[in-house]
């Protein structure tokens, strides 16, 4: 049974015959009234008394025309609800991002989309980039913020990339220099986050590169508790230079790194072909506007490298 036939029956009924029903659906007389027939003889019923010049309903016509009604207004309503999720007007963005960077890159960008689609309904999971990255291929969200390299299982978009910069404290021996090699920070015990932050595998990738095997004096998920931690003087610690900035300290002092790779480079990803909702598309193109490039949805571009 095709809707275009339950239209055409309808319409017979409404305008009181075939030729004034032909000219509501932009169709023949002859085709309506091939349409009715179809339906009649695939339903087993005659549905309309074709006495005279005007056609009245049967009583399996009544039944027909009655749930007919109803079929059409569930797909106007279906189609209705799927331009509203076109327009923006209503859906869900699932979004994954992580605690180092969010704030700063991300809640401005929250307030924008909150204004334009106040229909869509943000649903926000934060983790750890390698966790999230695990979500993300689960389908448990649209989008995630992780470091790169990623796998070629996602699709990017750059955000940001910010070089890494040492926290010391005050009074540490190197706080007067602006810029510092790994090496000469050999005899220091650092002060990681938890397990599963991807800025973690940056910073100890590029000591095993130039040879040094730091001491871990601490860890923390809280990007102010590790400040304080080197405030204190337990060691020290590693943050995105913009992030460091923010969490300004009189106690602790940034300095440069002149090691190479030592690069946060955020970005959104997405899981290579698979679907991305109007919600998610938007949400992309604000990105893209925030760096200052135009909007449309972007290819993303695989990297090298899984240690994201």
Not at 214 to 230: C, G, K, M, N
């Amino acid at each position: 049974m095709e809707l275009r036939t339950l239209r055409a029956f309808v319409e017979v009924v409404r305008q009181g015959g075939f030729s004034q029903a032909a000219k509501t659906v932009f169709a023949t007389q002859s085709t309506v009234s091939k349409a009715v027939r179809q339906l009649e003889d695939e339903l087993g019923f005659i549905l309309l008394d074709r006495a005279g010049h005007r056609s009245t309903l049967t009583g399996a016509g009544e039944i027909v025309y009655r749930r007919a009604l109803t079929m059409l207004a569930e797909r106007d309503d279906m189609t209705a609800e799927l331009d509203e999720l076109r327009g923006l007007k209503r859906g869900v963005l699932r979004l994954g991002l992580p605690p180092i960077g969010s704030s700063v890159l991300f809640a401005p960008l929250f307030a924008v989309y909150r204004s334009r689609y106040p229909g869509v309904d943000i649903r926000l999971v934060e983790h750890g980039s390698h966790r999230l990255e695990e979500v993300l291929l689960a389908g448990e969200v649209d989008l995630a913020a992780s470091l790169l390299p990623v796998s070629d299982a996602f699709e990017w978009q750059p955000v940001r990339c910010e070089p890494i910069e040492v926290l010391v404290a005050a009074g540490h021996p190197l706080a007067s220099h602006g810029r510092v090699a790994l090496k000469a920070l050999a005899d220091w015990p650092f002060i990681l986050f938890e397990a599963g932050f991807a800025l973690n595998p940056i910073v100890l990738d590029a000591c095993a590169r130039v040879g040094v095997t730091p001491t871990i004096a601490a860890r923390s998920s809280q990007i102010d508790f590790v400040v304080e931690l080197v405030a204190a003087g337990l060691g020290v610690g590693f943050l995105p230079r913009m992030i460091a900035e923010q969490r300004a300290h009189p106690g602790v002092r940034h300095l440069g790194l002149t090691d190479p790779g030592m690069d946060w480079d955020m970005a959104l990803i997405w899981r290579r072909g698979g679907y991305l909702s109007h919600a998610a598309q938007a949400w992309l193109d604000l990105a893209r506007a925030a760096r200052g490039e135009p909007d449309g949805l972007p290819s993303g571009r695989p990297a090298a490298s899984t240690d994201g």
